[in-house]
């Protein structure tokens, strides 16, 4: 079985997020074939789960003066902060009919096993933490994950740390630790990159790009191959993307909040 393999290298931010939600509703309704999509961040981001509220996760002055977007995403899960150095990926099939399974867990332990084959191809440790939805190598976490359903597609979204500017994350968000193991009190303890693994050998990032491919189609039993994005998708994206900068709904859930506790406090009175 033949999948569409696609990668944009470096690209804005919120395209990004408009990027992978335009391919799952093409490849939702058939337009497209099923999609694996590997890009990178030209700027650092925080991708915010679709829950969560922006004021409880991120320090916001900081992001707004030192240019680092704050990108509410389609799927849930929970925030991560994101620069070059990592490689992003979105595995997009078919929710009904399709080779990732139906259930969630499921879903998960197919794809991550991608993650988990393209480590031990560079001669690293690596193990699907289930309980986390993530994948380990050394005990520390080297790739966090996400998932979303809609317009009958299914995604699997996550990133694969080449390198990490800890400090930076402390500095933008206010729990770094909140997606780690709960003994780990710094994020630098919980958190492993391929350069560590390394320690003093260098690698190609585009050796690693086809070690990831591989091993996700080996996870999922195609053949991923190179093309490139239709007209539509690509129409549809451009027009997401305004939505996506929106603070409107960068900042839904939190609107919400205010108005409710505003409510709350008049009820009182």
Known sequence: MNWRFIDTDRIDGYYSAALFESIAKHVGTGRVDETILFWRVRTPVVYLGYHQYVEDEVHEDYCAANGIQVIRRVLGGGCGFCDENQILFSVIGRENGGVIPQNIQGAYSCVLAGVVSALATLGLDGELARS???????????????????????????????????DEMDR????????????????????????????WRSYDIDHVKGVLKWGFEGALGVTAV??????SETRLANRLVEGHRSQDWIYRLDDKRRKRLRRGRHADI
């Open 226 to 231: 190179h093309g490139a994005l239709t007209e």
């Open 172 to 199: 933008v968000l206010r729990n770094p630790t909140k997606n780690l193991k709960e003994e780990v009190l710094y994020a630098r303890d919980g958190m492993i990159t391929l350069s560590d693994l390394l320690g």
């Open 132 to 166: 986390r939805n993530a994948v380990y190598s050394m005990g520390r976490k080297i790739s966090g994950n996400a998932q979303g359903r809609f317009d009958g597609a299914v995604l699997i979204n996550g990133s694969f740390l080449l390198d990490f500017d800890f």
